[in-house]
């Protein structure tokens, strides 16, 4: 269970780093896309054609630097998906404009999409607002279906020390009944027992945790061992501060089968007396 749950609150954590790396990525930053003409002289046109939307996004207020993405670039962004080549390096690219914005600055979407069509018909503008959105909602839908396993298994826990303690009772009846008799409040008997289930939560717990950071931490040497990571997708490894969260694991889990424990102890004793 503990090792379960350190892996649900690691993949959380992975996924929410991802989310925030992915939108200080693209926040802040336009993408102008000139796709390749179908009629005409394609790299007179493409080049014409950057040409001015480079003008339009220099004289536009808000917009700190434009820059087109060099021959290199570009294949390095298609390289994963086509791999390289000269076949690949034939092939007609459209051509894209980085641009930055200034911080905090408000720029018009809208009008400067207008005036970029107007110096350049097949230029496309992007301000990864759509992007960013299915970023943060695939990143919390990880981050809420984590939260959910964790509560479920805090919920079988606590099951499973009851169901435990239940037995426990039932297996020391007798010992439990000469306490009774010898004047022992429910309080005491429960201490007894909680005491024993916390304490083996807590061993247990700790150790799952502990396999769950290793391989979150392991798996940030893969790309050493020569396993290439897949490149639209965040790293699964843990840094140290993250993995610290997991330490949280035991703790947790020792508080949840100590309550359950007395709780149910209590409730035992009350019933049988």
């Known amino acids: 269970?503990?090792?379960?749950?350190?892996?649900?609150?690691?993949?959380?954590?992975?996924?929410?780093?991802?989310?925030?790396?992915?939108?200080?990525?693209?926040?802040?930053?336009l993408t102008v896309q000139i796709l390749v003409p179908s009629q005409?002289?394609?790299?007179?046109?493409?080049?014409r054609e950057t040409e001015g939307a480079l003008a339009v996004l220099r004289a536009t207020p808000g917009i700190a630097h434009a820059a087109p993405l060099s021959d290199a670039e570009m294949q390095s962004l298609v390289e994963p998906w086509l791999g390289k080549g000269a076949l690949v390096a034939e092939l007609p690219l459209p051509k894209l404009i980085d641009a930055v914005l200034v911080p905090g600055a408000a720029v018009d979407i809208a009008g400067l999409a207008a005036r970029l069509k107007r110096a350049a018909p097949d230029t496309q503008l992007d301000d990864h607002g759509r992007w960013i959105a299915r970023l943060k909602g695939?990143?919390?839908?990880i981050v809420w279906s984590a939260t959910g396993i964790l509560v479920l298994i805090a919920v079988a826990t606590a099951s499973i020390v009851a169901f435990a303690t239940r037995a426990g009772l039932e297996a020391?009846?007798?010992?439990?009944?000469?306490?009774?008799?010898?004047?022992?409040?429910?309080?005491?008997?429960?201490?007894?027992?909680?005491?024993?289930?916390?304490?083996?939560?807590?061993?247990?717990?700790a150790a799952g945790a502990?396999?769950?950071?290793?391989?979150?931490?392991a798996a940030g040497g893969l790309e050493f061992a020569g396993v290439e990571a897949v490149p639209f997708l965040?790293?699964?490894?843990?840094?140290?501060?993250?993995?610290?969260?997991?330490?949280?694991?035991?703790?947790?889990a020792t508080l949840i089968a100590w309550a359950t424990a007395r709780l149910s102890v209590l409730a035992a004793v009350r019933e049988i007396y």
Do not use: C
């Open 138 to 141: 695939l990143a919390d839908t």
């Open 40 to 47: 005409g002289e394609v790299n007179d046109t493409l080049q």
């Open 210 to 217: 502990l396999v769950a950071a290793l391989l979150f931490l």
């Open 234 to 252: 965040p790293p699964v490894a843990l840094k140290l501060d993250e993995a610290a969260w997991l330490a949280a694991v035991p703790v947790i």
């Open 172 to 205: 020391q009846h007798d010992m439990v009944q000469l306490l009774h008799q010898m004047g022992a409040h429910a309080l005491f008997i429960a201490r007894a027992f909680e005491r024993h289930y916390a304490l083996a939560a807590l061993g247990a717990s």
């Open 1 to 29: 269970m503990a090792f379960l749950a350190a892996l649900a609150l690691g993949a959380s954590l992975v996924a929410e780093r991802a989310s925030l790396g992915w939108r200080a990525g693209l926040s802040d930053r």
